[in-house]
């Protein structure tokens, strides 16, 4: 009845996101069960990482499909025999067909790196570098077919700084995925988030336990000399 929540998480490259959901599950700060990880990429660095934690991993290689539809079904195959809660996107580099979203219809998230609606797509970090915007961050949304649109659930906010490069904007975007991800994941594990009628619902603090990191605020300028 009010059995814990198993999550399936999906990943392409280092998995740094599945790392932070694997190390609040083992602190307990996340009351849910990875069942597995899943990667189109047989090299993704995450599956040693969660292999070494004992969580089962799987490879469906994307290549090997003949077109997109083929993909998704062979991996919505995967995720399925682990009959997950919720399907995790942590840092999963494919464009997923609108059969699959349905399928897994408000229990599928994705984390995004910008502040959602802006910068949807790929190079999210060198695209704010280039639009010049002094505020920058993360967003975890439903995914729905439309990509990187789908109804946001928590966003966290960094400050552009003029010395950054795409490098130093990225880890200091990171650094708040790691603590929005867990914690999003958490409120659906604690049944307090839900996708309803194309929101999402949370029955949370949202306040203290929302994710507004405090942009930089400079000290006033000192008084001109003239
Ligand atoms: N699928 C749907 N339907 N909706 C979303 O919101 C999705 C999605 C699949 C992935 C993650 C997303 C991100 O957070 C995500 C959200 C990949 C691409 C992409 O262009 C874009 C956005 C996201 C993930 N992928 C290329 C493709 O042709 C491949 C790029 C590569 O392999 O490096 O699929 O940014
Ligand atoms: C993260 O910044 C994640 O938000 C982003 O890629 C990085 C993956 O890092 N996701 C996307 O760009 C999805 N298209 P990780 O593998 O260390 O979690």
């Known amino acids: 009845m009010n059995a814990m929540k198993s999550l399936v998480i999906l990943i392409s490259g280092r998995g740094s996101n ?28 995450g599956l040693a990482t969660a292999a070494a934690l004992g969580v089962p991993t799987r490879v ?19 995720i399925d025999a682990f009959a997950p809660d919720l399907v995790v996107l942590a840092g999963f580099m494919r464009i997923l067909g609108d059969g699959f979203v349905q399928r897994y219809a408000g229990r599928l998230i994705n984390i995004h790196p910008s502040l959602l609606p802006a910068f949807p797509g790929l190079h999210t970090h060198r695209r704010a570098l280039e639009e010049g915007v002094r505020i920058h961050g993360c967003t975890v949304h439903f995914v729905t077919p439309a990509l990187d649109h789908g109804p946001v659930i928590v966003q966290a906010a960094v400050p552009v700084l003029d010395a950054d490069d795409e490098a130093s904007l990225a880890a200091r975007v990171l650094a708040q995925e790691h603590r929005v991800y867990p914690l999003a994941v958490r409120w659906f594990a604690e049944n307090r988030l839900r996708l309803k009628e194309g929101r999402a619902l949370l029955d949370a603090p949202q306040d203290a336990g929302g994710a507004l990191i405090a942009p930089f605020v400079p000290p006033a300028p000192p008084p001109l000399s003239t």
């Open 18 to 45: 599945m790392e932070s959901l694997l190390a609040a599950v083992s602190a307990g700060t996340l009351p849910a069960r990875v069942a597995g990880v899943l990667s189109n990429r047989a090299d993704a660095g």
């Open 60 to 78: 469906v290689d994307h290549r090997a499909f003949a077109d997109r539809e083929a993909f998704d079904l062979a991996m919505a195959e995967a």
